[in-house]
């Protein structure tokens, strides 16, 4: 009989990041895609994504205008503006993945659980003291989360932050990466094992008989 374990076998069912680098680690030997929203592939051929806020809703295009972890573009929307802080949207994809991990670009101070990445039972939130200043004032954090029971969607939550009233800020989404952790088999068990369950086998039919 053939098992299967997700690889790497030492990850947890679930297991959440506020750290690109560990985040990294995690999912070494997965097969990862990554949206950086510069280079030619259409992420929108990966997934679809749906965006609501106070205003209404609007449509996620691949824009720039902001610093951003890398490159010039980003993710935003097509109103030629950013998200809106308490503003959600979520990202139905067409197959399967085990892990997601993207930097969140604000565009201005982030607070703890500003922002909230949910996958499957599983969440991460921000943490505000693991930010990237960018050269425009901008911050940028990282927020991830591996289930190994896969999923095929990914919603990020924002709150309007009470530190500024309505603590309306414009934020971004770059570096979105994708990963997919293949079943690896587990080795069948050794000769010796079933040589020996032959035998158990062959002496209970003869004393049967």
Request: proline fraction near 4%; hydrophobic fraction near 45%.
């Amino acid at each position: 009989m053939l098992f299967c374990l997700f690889a790497p076998a030492s990850l947890a069912n679930l297991m959440v990041f506020t750290d690109q680098g560990q985040f990294q680690i995690a999912v070494s030997g997965g097969a990862s895609t990554t949206f950086d929203f510069d280079a030619p592939v259409d992420p929108f051929s990966y997934f679809t994504l749906d965006y609501q806020d106070e205003y209404g809703s609007s449509t996620g295009v691949v824009d720039s205008g902001f610093d951003t972890t890398s490159g010039a573009n980003y993710l935003g929307l097509d109103i030629g503006l950013g998200f809106l802080a308490g503003g959600d949207f979520t990202l139905t994809f067409n197959q399967t993945w085990h892990a997601i991990g993207l930097y969140l670009i604000a565009s201005d101070t982030l607070f703890d659980d500003d922002a909230i990445l949910n996958v499957g039972t599983g969440s991460v939130g921000n943490i505000a003291s693991a930010t990237t200043a960018l050269s425009d004032g901008g911050q940028a954090i990282f927020i991830g989360l591996v289930d190994t029971a896969g999923f095929t969607s990914a919603t990020l939550v924002t709150y309007l932050d009470a530190n500024f009233g309505q603590g309306v800020f414009e934020f971004a989404i770059d570096d979105l990466q994708l990963v997919s952790l293949a079943p690896a088999p587990v080795p069948e068990p050794p000769t010796l094992a079933l040589f020996a369950l032959a035998l158990l086998t062959t002496w209970r039919l003869k004393h049967k008989q």
